[in-house]
């Protein structure tokens, strides 16, 4: 494995750029997934820091409020140019980080890029001052406004440095906030990289603060002084961080798991469906939020489905290399591998059987795993419900497509699904009956994902409100609505009885329930 040039000084120049208050702070140690080789150690950010951050936000926010939209989105428009431009640096950063293949963390710069260009292009239309109706005709002059929030704040998971680490704080940012990005250990470099070439590109000083530590310290500091927090991650944690946030009442989005089902219809072309599961069930080794992790096949074609994605997942090529000649690379942390090897024993142990891989890859790395396919999963098993978050998948042949989405809902999460069949529309119509928050058809994950002008995000325990798309960055902004009053009131005047005014206006809510042009 080639190591990318010049890293060890990249590291100790990104630690210095994370935002802490004097004094010395504990230090925690970063480990490459690749190798185990410690990277860098970062300061843990204790409650003063946050606090620190915060109010340092505060008078850049304000005066960042007052820039006009298209200054704003000049920086942003930059941002995107310098990526693109230094794609190489953040693709060995996010691969050192998070031992994904190159191909999986190219992902990241392409899904970042488009989010800057977008909320950068669409921002002004998104927060321009709308005109309302008021309670009558032309007597009331009506404005909603779209009003930042402050200081937003983001905790962020391991496994999208990139995407997840900045791509929310974008909009926020674009929308006329402050951002304070707490991201999780084992991505903070990657988060730091950004938020620097966010600085190079012209954004002003204070406004977006990376503050590196602990969940339980660091993060929930964050939760008890940010105007709204979005978070991306477990479940167990989104409920803490939702029941603080309500306490403050303070708003919050949250980006949780899944156990993302994928469907094969019995007319679905077999080569492109293994092709597309493969895609769906290992990308990022499993590690992300949308990947597949059950699959229900029609009879008809389970067999032929089953055996040519075990020889497909056989081949995938597995290893570390900073280049693009891996599908698929390494787990990224020890509790997850522990995770994945322990579903897979409990899954064994109780019957199912393994038919690819199943096994460690020492040889590769110290956190490197076979991509694995099971059958006879059954209830009871954790693999059967639970989220893995790694590169396992089970295979369940399904008597028709009712069962397949009776199955596919058969659970407390709804985030992604993907339905394949030669019939798009009526994979289009199947997909209406899946309670997810996205449904790709003959797609994996990545089109749902990639269409950013259509809000992204969970059903049912997946989440609450969604990224992407206008509500993607509405919701860092408070509605204000400013009602001028014209010529009279709303009440009874010039001498107007309260009888007479009531007569007066039950006449005019029957003329208007019978003009709709007018109200
Ligand atoms: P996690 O919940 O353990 O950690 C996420 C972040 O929360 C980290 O920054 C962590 O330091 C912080 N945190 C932990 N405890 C906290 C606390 N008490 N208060 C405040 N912050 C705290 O999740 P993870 O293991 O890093 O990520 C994996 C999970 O994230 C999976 O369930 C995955 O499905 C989910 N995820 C969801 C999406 C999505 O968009 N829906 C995207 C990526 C990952």
Redesign the pocket.
């Known amino acids: 494995m080639a190591s990318p040039s010049g890293d060890l000084k990249l590291f100790e120049t990104l630690v210095n750029s994370v935002t802490i208050g004097p004094g010395s702070h504990d230090r925690m140690e970063v480990r490459a997934p690749f190798t185990g080789a410690v990277l860098g150690a970062l300061p843990a950010a204790r409650a003063e820091d946050v606090e620190l951050a915060v109010r340092s936000a505060r008078p850049a926010q304000a005066q960042w409020a007052e820039r006009p939209s298209r200054e704003r989105a000049r920086i942003f428009l930059r941002f995107h140019d310098l990526l693109v431009g230094r794609q190489e640096q953040a693709l060995d950063l996010i691969q050192m980080e998070s031992g994904k293949a190159r191909a999986h963390a190219f992902e990241e710069i392409l899904d970042t890029a488009i989010a800057a260009r977008y909320y950068a292009r669409r921002a002004k239309k998104f927060l321009r001052p709308r005109r309302r109706k008021g309670a009558l005709p032309l007597l009331t002059h009506t404005r909603e406004l779209r009003v930042p929030l402050g200081v937003a704040g983001f ?6 440095p990139l995407t ?1 680490g900045i791509t929310d704080a974008i909009a926020a940012l674009l929308a006329g906030n402050a951002a304070i990005v ?4 084992q991505a903070s470099f990657t988060a730091l990289w950004a938020a620097n070439l966010l600085r190079e590109a012209g954004l002003p000083e204070n406004l977006l603060s990376v503050v590196t530590g ?3 310290v660091t ?2 500091a964050l ?1 008890d002084r940010a105007d709204y927090i979005t ?8 409920r ?2 939702a029941a603080r946030a309500g306490e403050r009442l303070t708003g919050c989005a949250l ?4 156990k993302n089902p994928l469907l094969v219809l019995r007319d679905a072309d077999l080569r492109k469906a293994v092709e597309g599961t493969v895609r769906a069930c290992f990308v990022g080794a499993g590690q ?3 990947s597949t992790e059950r699959i229900y096949v029609e009879e008809p074609i389970f067999n032929p489905f089953l055996e040519a994605l075990a020889a497909r997942t056989r081949r995938l090529a597995l290893g570390a290399a900073f280049d693009y000649s891996m599908e698929v690379g390494s787990l990224t942390t020890a509790a997850q591998f522990a995770r994945v090897e322990e579903h897979i024993r409990d899954a064994v142990d109780k019957g199912a059987r393994i038919v690819a891989g199943g096994g460690r890859r020492p040889d590769l790395g110290p956190l490197f795993f076979e991509p694995t396919v099971l059958t006879g999963v059954r209830e009871g098993m954790k693999v059967f419900a639970e ?1 893995t ?1 790694g590169p396992v998948v089970s295979v369940y042949p399904v008597a028709s497509v009712e069962e397949a989405i009776e199955r596919a809902n058969a659970t407390d999460f709804g ?1 992604s699904a993907s339905i394949w069949t030669r019939d798009a529309r009526k994979g289009a119509r199947i997909a209406r009956a899946i309670r997810a928050g996205s449904v790709n058809v003959n797609e994996g994950y990545s089109a749902a994902w990639g269409s950013i002008d259509s809000p992204i ?2 059903m049912k325990a ?2 609450l409100r969604p990224r992407h798309g206008a509500e993607g960055i509405l919701k860092f902004t408070e509605s204000q609505t400013i009602a001028v009053q014209r010529l009279i009131p709303i009440a009874p005047s010039f001498g107007m009885s309260q009888a007479f005014f009531a007569r007066w206006m039950t006449r005019l809510l029957r003329i208007l329930r019978w003009t709709p042009w007018l109200g």
């Open positions: 905790i962020t998971p391991w496994n999208f997840l707490k991201p999780d250990p602990d969940g339980p993060g929930q939760v978070f991306t991650g477990s479940n167990r944690v989104g803490t961080i980006e949780l798991g899944g992300v939020c949308v989220e978050f985030l995000g969970g997946s989440g």
